[in-house]
T-cell receptor, first 112, second 118 residues
Framework: SQQGEEDPQALSIQEGENATMNCSYK?????LQWYRQNSGRGLVHLIL?????REKHSGRLRVTLDTSKKSSSLLITASRAADTASYFC????????????FGAGTRLFVKA | NAGVTQTPKFQVLKTGQSMTLQCAQD?????MYWYRQDPGMGLRLIYYSASEGTTDKGEVPNGYNVSRLNKREFSLRLESAAPSQTSVYFC?????????????????FGAGSRLTVL
């Protein structure tokens, strides 16, 4: 079963708009990561947020984490056509092991 | 730096045939992983290797075998391919070498291998 579930499954916006993607997970975590996958490519790590953090920024990315609701959101501000990709959240669980589990992803399409 | 290199990029097999997907990383990472990606399913962990000489099952190990040849290389073998194994396979690596509550298991991925089983 998937640890992380993204919502929405797909999102289409105009260039310049903000894009928000949500992730829910089932068990306690130590940290949560977001990855991007361009079409036909491997995943690339974007940003990490730890369980004791509520918000984190990196450039046009803003990630929030609500451990009480077991959810996270990824906000991309002022989106560009180059942001068109699939976005995945990933968690390691709370045991600090090796089984990093990915959600099903959100497909973002940014129209120029 | 090449990062994580997978071969082949594409492969078509007939049911019952066998094949091995190769993966190599040049980042001196300790752990390595094989995932499969199916439409609408995200990535599912097949096997991982925490260190040279060790391998462990992930979420969907049935029908696969792995071999951690050395620190750099981690191969995935399909002994008798089935249509249900049609997928895109990704190899990944990370610096993590022990179970730890500090830090995160940040993965570096290869470009993927698209396998079709007829």
């Amino acid at each position: 079963s998937q640890q992380g579930e993204e919502d929405p499954q797909a999102l289409s916006i105009q260039e310049g708009e903000n894009a928000t993607m949500n992730c829910s997970y089932k068990t306690s975590i130590n940290n949560l990561q977001w990855y991007r996958q361009n079409s036909g490519r491997g995943l690339v790590h974007l940003i990490l947020i730890r369980s004791n953090e509520r918000e984190k920024h990196s450039g046009r990315l803003r990630v929030t984490l609500d451990t009480s609701k077991k959810s996270s959101s990824l906000l991309i501000t002022a989106s560009r056509a180059a942001d068109t990709a699939s976005y995945f959240c990933a968690t390691d669980g709370h045991t600090g092991g090796f089984k990093t589990i990915f959600g099903a992803g959100t497909r973002l399409f940014v129209k120029a | 730096n090449a990062g994580v290199t997978q071969t082949p990029k594409f492969q078509v097999l007939k049911t019952g045939q066998s094949m091995t997907l190769q993966c190599a990383q040049d980042m001196n990472h300790n752990s390595m992983y094989w995932y499969r990606q199916d439409p609408g399913m995200g990535l599912r962990l097949i096997y991982y290797s925490a260190s040279e000489g060790t391998t462990d099952k992930g979420e969907v190990p049935n029908g696969y075998n792995v071999s951690r040849l050395n620190k750099r290389e981690f191969s995935l073998r399909l002994e008798s391919a089935a249509p249900s194994q049609t997928s895109v396979y990704f190899c990944a690596s990370s610096p993590r070498r022990t179970v730890t509550l500090s830090g995160a298991n940040v993965l570096t991925f290869g470009a993927g291998s698209r396998l079709t089983v007829l």
